[in-house]
């Protein structure tokens, strides 16, 4: 089973797409207008709201769809972000910011770990970027953020290694998507320009980099960055 948080993002409806060929998909999302009913034939996709500020509510979904989590592979893509420089910063930014790019990544992965345990499988992969790690101006919290959990990724692949459980990130470069057509023009040529050949990412790339640390027990506590050279 494919546990995929926050799919409805372009990269989620890309990466749901290739993964429904292989096992059932349980994907959430938060808006439902966002969502991308994806045709399945062989496995069989499953779809839930789900609100990542809210433990009680992980707590329900977790129960609730409890029969079929089997041979976890979590993927989480949910991200939240706030782009104020940090003086202009509030207390609700910095707590939705890390509740739903930290917070909930700790709980979901505290509440799996005894199934996994018990099935003696499970793979945790995580998503941050290249823009996260270098820093911007107006990305503080969701660069501190994708930061934090690329630190708890190791320390959670390290521990639990011995159940057939890894731990890794995909840090990804510039690929054509909603989101990054929003960026203002002038900013979005400087970090075109930083890609050797100067084109956006292929959604479809990120698949192959899944079913590699899918099927290796081998690769864990890494990040493998997906971002064309830059």
């Known amino acids: 089973m494919f546990l995929i948080i926050g799919a409805s993002s372009d990269v989620g409806n890309e990466i749901v797409k290739d993964l429904i060929k292989y096992d059932d998909v349980l994907l959430t999302y938060r808006n439902k207008n966002n969502i991308k009913k994806i045709k399945a034939n062989k496995y069989k996709i499953f779809y839930e709201k789900l ?3 809210d433990y009680q509510n992980i707590d329900k979904f977790l129960k609730k769809n409890s029969k ?3 041979n976890i592979k979590f993927i ?6 706030s782009d104020k420089i940090i003086i202009n910063l509030n ?3 910095i707590q939705n910011v890390f509740k739903v790019n930290v ?3 700790i709980y979901l992965c505290k509440k799996l770990l005894p199934l996994m345990i018990q099935q003696k499988f499970g793979r945790f992969i ?3 970027s290249k823009r996260a790690s270098r820093g911007d101006v107006g990305i503080s919290l969701y660069s501190s953020s994708k930061e934090a959990i690329s630190g708890f990724s190791k320390c959670l692949a390290k521990e639990y290694f011995d159940y057939n459980i890894t731990s890794n990130c995909i840090k990804l470069g510039y690929f054509k998507t909603k989101l990054f057509e929003k ?6 040529s400087k970090l075109i320009s930083q890609i050797p050949n100067e084109k956006l990412g292929n959604l479809r790339n990120i698949n192959n980099v899944i079913h590699t640390i899918v099927d290796s ?3 864990n506590g890494s990040t493998i960055d997906v971002d064309g050279g830059i």
């Open 103 to 105: 917070l909930s990544n």
């Open 126 to 128: 995580f998503f941050t």
């Open 217 to 219: 027990e081998y690769i």
């Open 76 to 81: 989480n893509l949910a991200t939240a972000k």
């Open 51 to 53: 609100d990542l500020t």
């Open 183 to 188: 960026i203002p023009k002038k900013i979005k």
């Open 68 to 70: 079929l989590l089997k």
């Open 91 to 93: 207390t609700i930014d």
